[in-house]
């Protein structure tokens, strides 16, 4: 049997450790550290220059590291429900350690931080939509007429339309974006879905933030649509959408869809249309449902 020594042992098992680091990705999150005097770092400049540096190293050790999004209130909260000390830095790693399972996360993937950051506040971004989507659709409670869970029933309607919609949609990669007019700001969910051969892959975090999303657009008759583009090789982008009405999906014209993708949601300025691409009227979706009124 080979003999190994204890430092190749540990190196060798330093390689087999996945890591977390909890990034704080702007400069008011960065200051909101800095009241602890065991957060030793000054400027968050030179912070992201040494987290990049740290990462490179363990990427070229082999190791491979998660990049979780830090939020000082959300680490204050945890540290007041856990009785840990805040100013510690064992404290924190607890906390790092815990959102690596809940919070939002990237896999650092050897791109420069410049590119991951807005890519991980992305993934935040997502995960509290659909998070609060979630909890208004939960708090609808059960229909007085007919006494069915709203939310429950939304969510089915919104899955059998998702399904509609791509086993309708041309051969080609969907990106489909769902915007419903909640308050106090309109909630975006994003959905790509790849065609494999015969098989549609959708990304299954994805595809439950769009379901609930436009579940709650369904549950509360709240104004939105839905916008899908399908790219195939050798034929021409295609571009079409609904609008929500009632329990179901109105297709938009060719016109209005051109109109909903060239415009820019922000600032309501109009974007120049490309002109590789067909914006048409939707396939039909088949029996659309009875509308209840809950």
């Given amino acids: 049997m080979a003999h190994t020594d204890h430092p190749t042992m540990r190196r060798a098992l330093r390689r087999e450790i996945a890591g977390t680091i909890g990034l ?3 400069e008011h999150d960065f200051r909101a550290m800095r ?7 000054d400027d968050h400049t030179t912070y992201l220059h040494q987290v990049e540096a ?3 190293t363990r990427a070229s050790q082999g190791g491979h590291t998660t990049v979780a999004l830090f939020d000082p209130g959300e680490y204050a909260d945890y540290c007041a429900e856990t009785g840990l000390d805040p ?5 924190r790693t ?7 399972s809940t919070g939002p996360t990237v ?3 050897g791109r420069p931080l410049a590119d991951l950051v807005p890519a991980l506040v992305d993934e935040a971004v997502r995960q509290a939509t659909w998070e609060y989507a979630s909890t208004l659709l939960a708090r609808l409670g059960d229909c007085a007429v007919c006494g069915e869970d709203i939310g429950r029933a939304a969510f089915s309607r919104a899955s059998a339309l998702l399904v509609r919609i791509l086993d309708t949609a041309p051969p080609g990669d969907r990106h489909l974006v769902c915007s419903v007019s909640a308050t106090p700001e309109t909630l975006v969910a994003v959905l790509r879905a790849d065609q494999d051969g015969e ?4 990304e299954e975090a994805g595809a439950l933030e769009f379901t609930t999303v436009l579940a709650l657009g369904i549950a509360t008759r709240t104004p939105g649509g839905l916008v899908m583009r399908t790219t195939a090789p050798g034929t021409t982008d295609r571009v079409y959408g609904w609008r929500l009405r009632g329990e179901g999906l109105a297709p938009l014209t060719a016109g209005e869809v051109f109109d909903a ?3 820019d949601v922000d600032s309501g300025d109009l974007i120049s249309p490309e002109s590789d691409v067909d914006y048409t009227e939707p396939p039909d979706l088949g029996e659309q449902p009875p509308d209840h009124h809950h």
């Avoid at 100013?87 to 404290?91: K, R």
């Fill in 35 to 41: 009241r602890y005097r065991s957060f030793t770092f």
């Fill in 87 to 91: 100013d510690a830095p064992a404290s």
């Fill in 199 to 202: 098989h549609t892959r959708l």
């Fill in 54 to 56: 740290l990462l490179k």
């Fill in 261 to 263: 993708y060239c415009t």
């Fill in 94 to 100: 607890r906390f790092t350690a815990q959102l690596a």
């Fill in 107 to 109: 896999p650092y993937d």
């Fill in 24 to 26: 704080l990705t702007d």
